[in-house]
């Protein structure tokens, strides 16, 4: 669980001749991530497609288009079927040019429907100015010009111009139309062409571009707007027609999809591998149980003509490198696995002797250890049982772990549904979380939101049992009335009656923050010690784990004065209030020892990593960095208390001094009035459910809207708070990640059956 799937290094080594079969049944096995020759090797080469590998990609191209103009997903798929290439050279082909036959249509509609529907609104202003259209055009001796802009600056403009024999202006709010007759212009001779955007630079004015239609702008725009029902009646025709072939053909087209696919995946795994003329050699990574039976398939597949190693099972120091590597080759009962590249029946029948002599020399070898194609390192399977599979999301939002580093998935787990529950703690506010949970999960495709959902579910339900646990639902507490006789187990301190259980809360989170902590320092001292050796181990993690004991056992043993009250002694967190464990504390010599213990921690890391030295003030701030757990249960506590505080009202009682605090649900006793055994002496609130129907109603919306914002509220609060806690406090200890997805080089089929 806290480690990844072991992995190995695996070489298939064969001649060319078996090279697609041996393609062929890796492939169905789905179980090796290849790994890419990197050129190292003396007359080896990386290997070239397979034939038809660029046929099955340029039809590839065009199945994904044919997909995307049809809008096709997987929700179409239909039942699997099989693909043949007859199909895909002439049912794909059918389809392509009828799909792009309406696509084409469809576009040339839209474009003049487009072009329809800007003349509309080009030709909108006309209609204000009331002169029909093909009064503004066509003259030899005069300027004309229409559009937004100020009459009377324009006529000022005009006035006294140079070249102006004359103008006429007419106006319909901003919509203007300017008539510019030159000076020079005459009946036989026109002038020369005066622009009358030239003549009003001075004056707001912005031209339009007049139409060249006839009428009047009313019976132009009626035109237009039959024309464009025309072309939406016939667009709407094509989206029909559109529809109904992709209907038709999208099971078609994922299959095609998949097996194209499939078959250009296969064309390129040569570019992985080492070759000469007759052999190759590829490699990868696949977990160490799937070994046997990737060898077996082989073997059936192909015989002697291949042979298959296990070059080693890896594990990795922290820098990524090789740090030891079990001599698997005699446990598999083969020869020697010092050498790669070595098949047993390479060369082609039609080789010579010589040749295959050659080839024997270009075959690359080991000098006392596994010579491979790459220093890629292993990629990563995390290994989580179900429960907690959700959670590897969250892991993943900071990086997928490396293959030398522990899995933190099966911690978080573990830790933060109780950290969001303790802080939420209320029945109700646990069944919703767990109802949107189970929504997230089984109403999505997306993994990150179904792992959304588990988390959900997960937190929800310790929300729940905490809930019960603290007697509330919704923030009342009928659930302590009726399970508990009155008087839950716990509490969340809010009261004045029960604040010894904040305190213990607050004691009881930073106890928790050394425990999660001292675990994040221990794994990270057990991956130095598996990496780099036990000095390493005890001063960049022994140190701090010194250090965290050390400083706390000093806090919590009291010595020179350091523990707070409220811990020990009479009435305090651990002896009686309210806690009756009868601890009175540590003796002096316990905190002085821890003391002593810190400062040889500091020594330690000092020696080992002065850098780190800055930091060594972490082991207090960390730990109070836990705090925020038992403030935001006070907060999420206070924030449902006041919206049923306004809703119910609150009554006072009081119980040896303490005040009580009761939510008025069942009605509102009189102040004098005895209720729970004691008397009601005040109240805080009369609550607006007895203030008439008014109140009521207001009361319900208040109800309704508080709810549902502290049950938001939760999420932003509790949850990200204990995230933080995971994130930065925790995983900081021990866990970097960068690993490598494992991605076999396979295909998981969905739309097509096996041949």
Do not use: C
Not at 371 to 384: A, E, H, L
Not at 574 to 601: C, E, H, K, Q, R
């Amino acid at each position: 669980m806290l480690r990844p799937e072991r992995m190995s290094r695996v070489s298939v080594t064969g001649s060319k001749q078996v090279m697609e079969t041996v393609v062929e049944t890796v492939h169905e096995l789905r179980l090796v991530d290849l790994s890419d020759y990197d050129g190292a090797w003396d007359g080896f080469e990386p290997g070239q497609p397979a034939d038809g590998g660029d046929e099955a990609s340029e039809k590839l191209v065009t199945v994904r288009s044919l997909k995307s103009i049809l809008g096709v997903d997987e929700a179409d798929a239909g039942p699997t079927r099989l693909v043949t290439d007859e199909a895909l050279d002439e049912e794909l082909e059918d389809i392509r040019e009828e799909v792009n036959d309406l696509d084409d249509r469809r576009e040339e509609l839209k474009d003049e429907l487009r072009t329809v529907e800007e003349r509309i609104d080009s030709v909108e202003p006309f209609a204000a100015l009331g002169i029909d259209l093909d009064l503004l055009t066509g003259y030899d001796s005069v300027s004309v010009a229409v559009g937004e802009g100020d009459a009377e600056a324009i006529e000022a403009e005009l006035t006294g111009a140079d070249g102006v024999a004359a103008f006429e202006v007419f106006s319909e709010g901003d919509a203007v139309a300017v008539f510019v007759y030159p000076e020079d212009a005459s009946p036989t001779e026109p002038g020369t062409d005066l622009s009358v955007q030239d003549l009003l630079v001075g004056a707001r004015f912005q031209a339009y571009e007049i139409p060249d239609a006839e009428g009047s702008p009313e019976e132009y725009i009626s035109e237009l707007n039959h024309r464009k029902q025309q072309l939406e009646s016939k667009l709407d025709t094509v989206e029909d027609e559109l529809e109904d072939l992709r209907l038709d053909v999208a099971g078609f087209l994922l299959a095609a999809e998949e097996t194209l696919a499939i078959e250009a995946q296969k064309a390129e795994a040569p570019l992985s591998f080492a070759t000469t003329e007759n052999a190759f050699v590829a490699e990868g990574w696949l977990p160490t149980d799937e070994y046997d039976r990737l060898e077996s398939a082989l073997r059936q597949a192909v015989g002697d003509r291949v042979e298959v190693e296990e070059l080693e099972r890896a594990e990795y120091d922290d820098d990524g490198h090789v740090h030891h590597t079990e001599d698997v080759t005699e446990e598999r009962g083969g020869s020697g696995g010092a050498e790669v590249g070595s098949p047993v029946s390479t060369e082609s029948p039609e080789s010579t002797e010589s040749e295959q002599e050659q080839e024997k020399e270009k075959e690359p070898v080991a000098d006392g250890g596994s010579v491979t194609m790459g220093d890629d390192q292993p990629p990563v399977v995390q290994k989580n049982p179900g429960a907690a599979k959700p959670f590897e999301a969250l892991v993943g939002v900071i990086n997928r772990p490396k293959y030398s580093e522990f899995d933190p998935t099966v911690l978080l787990f573990l830790t933060f549904p109780a950290f969001f529950g303790f802080m939420i703690g209320d029945l109700g506010y646990g069944i919703l979380y767990v109802a949107l949970g189970y929504w997230l999960y089984s109403s999505f495709d997306s993994d990150m939101i179904r792992s959304l959902g588990g988390v959900g579910i997960w937190a929800g339900a310790f929300t729940a049992i905490f809930g019960i646990l603290y007697g509330e639902i919704f923030g009342t507490h009928m659930v302590a009335t009726y399970l508990w006789g009155g008087s839950a187990p716990i509490h969340k301190g809010l009261q004045p009656y029960h604040s010894s259980w904040a305190q213990a809360w607050l004691v009881l989170s930073l106890l928790a923050g050394v425990v999660h902590l001292a675990i994040g320092w221990i794994l990270d001292f057990i991956q130095n010690l598996q990496g780099h050796g036990l000095g390493d181990a005890i001063g960049e993690s022994g140190s701090w784990l010194l250090m965290l004991f050390g400083i706390w056992a000093w806090i919590f043993g009291g010595a020179f004065g350091s523990a707070p009250g409220l811990l020990y002694g009479s009435g305090s967190v651990f002896n009686g209030n309210p806690l009756p464990l009868g601890f009175t504390g540590f003796p002096d010599p316990v905190g002085a020892v821890g003391l002593g213990v810190f400062f040889v921690g500091l020594v330690l890391l000092v020696r080992a990593d002065p850098i780190e030295t800055v930091e060594f003030l972490n082991v207090l701030v960390n730990v109070l960095s836990y705090t925020r757990i038992a403030a935001v249960l006070l907060a999420k506590a206070a924030m449902a208390f006041v919206v049923n505080l306004l809703v119910f009202g609150v009554y006072i009682t009081m119980d040896h001094g303490d005040e009580v605090w009761h939510f008025g649900i069942g009605g509102m006793p009189e102040v004098g009035s005895m209720s729970h055994g004691h008397e009601v002496v005040g109240h805080m609130f009369g609550g607006l459910v007895h203030s008439g129907i008014a109140g009521v109603l207001a009361g319900i919306l208040i109800l309704v809207i508080g709810h549902i914002l502290v049950l938001a509220l939760g999420v932003t609060s509790a949850g990200l708070q204990g995230v933080r806690l995971e994130y930065v406090e925790f995983f900081g200890k021990f866990y970097e990640g960068g690993g490598r997805k494992y991605m076999p080089f396979g295909y998981e089929r969905e739309y097509t059956a096996e041949d």
